[in-house]
Structures are given as C-alpha cells and as structure tokens.
C-alpha cells in the first residue's frame, strides 16, 4: 500500500528566508503533485512531476522528483507573505491504478514578517 | 473553462439521514474523482471513474456510500444512514486522462449532528 509523509508538517518562515519541504512515499511511483491549499478552500495545483529528476519551477517554487530515492521537495525562495497556506504532495499509484492519488498529511507553512 | 462545481457547497445533516452530493466536471474531462478530507488531514481516495465505468473503489468505503456517473459528465456520491464519522469534506476532482493534472472543486462540507 503506497504510502507518503511529509516533514515538517508545521512550518514557520520569515520572509525573505528559504525553506524545503520533503515528501517521501513508500512504493514505487513515477508520479509526483504538489497542490497548495488555502484556509478554507479547495486544492489548487501547483506542479505536476512526471519523470525522475524533473524539476519544475515557478515564481518562489521549486519542485524536484528522485523516483530512486522515493523523494520529492518543494523548494521555497525567499518567502513572502502570500505563500502562507498547506501544501500537500501526492504520489500517484501507477500501474492499473492510474490516477489514484495518496495524499501527505500536508504541511502548514506561515510566513510572517 | 468554467471549473469544477460541487452542489451543494454545504449540508447539515441528523444521524440516519440519506445525503446526496453532485459533482460537475470540466467539459470533457473523462475521469471524475472523489475525495474525501477531514480537518488537518491530507484528501483520502475514496472512488474514481473513467466516463461513466467506476473503474476502483476504496476498501475503506462502506456499503453505505454508493457513486455513479450515468453518461460520463456529471457524478453524485450518496452516503445512507450518516453517521457522525462521516462529517468531513468531500471533494471533487477530474482530469483530461489517467495522467497529469486532477483539478479540484471547491467542495461540499458534510456535518451529521
């Protein structure tokens, strides 16, 4: 059973600083979503990793796959106030069960002056 | 593009009550999917279907919960005889195929008294 953490599951930031987020999961999976979600509402996507060693990047976030070591991370650069909210990574299961996501616990990020 | 919509976006409900909540999808969107999410918790696959074929099912989900897609476009999830575990929110999603991008509705928020 395909299983995913994500540490730390609270995060506290200044702004300006930079951060990483990890996302481990337990089986093998070759796909990897990160989604932010603010208080409140619903799932907002923010990248989608298809291969191992993708890396994708926009505005202060960058995502990173190694399907060898099982190991996402979202990247935060110089953080700003708006980027306050929780982040959750999924690994999709693959194989006949293409598009079943297992979801982390999510991480709460704040940002403050 | 008008998104995912989900109707209704709140529902209060007594123990032992049946509750019926409908999702639309993106236009032409084949594969729709339930999730569902309590409080500080990451989305938990619960049923996703491919046109109108429910293609996979959660062991966690009771005979008391049942979902169908007639036509393939829009999806209902019925949970019989709510039981206060079941208060949580339960969200929507859909995606063009089995790979990339499941773009999430805002969600109808279940509470069973």
């Known amino acids: 059973e395909l299983k995913v953490e994500q540490n730390p599951l609270f995060l506290s930031m200044q702004e300006g600083k930079n951060y990483t987020i990890y996302c481990n999961y337990s089986t093998t999976s070759d796909r990897l979503y990160w989604y932010r979600q603010d208080p409140g509402k619903s799932l907002e996507s923010l990248f989608v990793?298809?291969?191992?060693?993708a890396v994708k990047q926009e505005g202060r976030l960058m995502a990173s796959l190694d399907t060898k070591a099982r190991l996402s991370t979202l990247h935060i650069t110089a953080a700003v106030h708006d980027l306050s909210a929780t982040y959750f990574c999924?690994?999709?299961?693959?194989?006949?069960?293409?598009?079943?996501?297992?979801f982390g616990q999510g991480t709460i990020l704040t940002v403050h002056p | 593009d008008t998104g995912v919509s989900q109707d209704p976006r709140h529902k209060i409900t007594k123990r032992g009550q049946n509750v019926t909540f409908r999702c639309d999808p993106i236009?032409?969107?084949?594969?729709l999917y339930w999730y569902r999410q309590t409080l500080g918790q990451g989305p938990e696959f619960l049923t996703y279907?491919?046109?109108?074929?429910?293609?996979?099912k959660s062991r966690l989900l009771s005979d008391r919960f049942s979902a169908e897609r007639p036509k393939g476009s829009f999806s209902t999830l019925e949970i019989q005889r709510t039981e206060q575990g079941d208060s949580a929110m339960y969200l929507c999603a859909s995606s063009p195929g089995p790979v990339g991008t499941q773009y999430f509705g805002p969600g109808t928020r279940l509470l069973v008294l």
């Open positions: 279907f491919q046109n109108e074929a429910q293609l996979e």
């Open positions: 236009s032409e969107h084949n594969r």
């Open positions: 990793l298809l291969s191992n060693g």
């Open positions: 999924a690994a999709d299961a693959g194989g006949t069960s293409y598009g079943k996501l297992t």
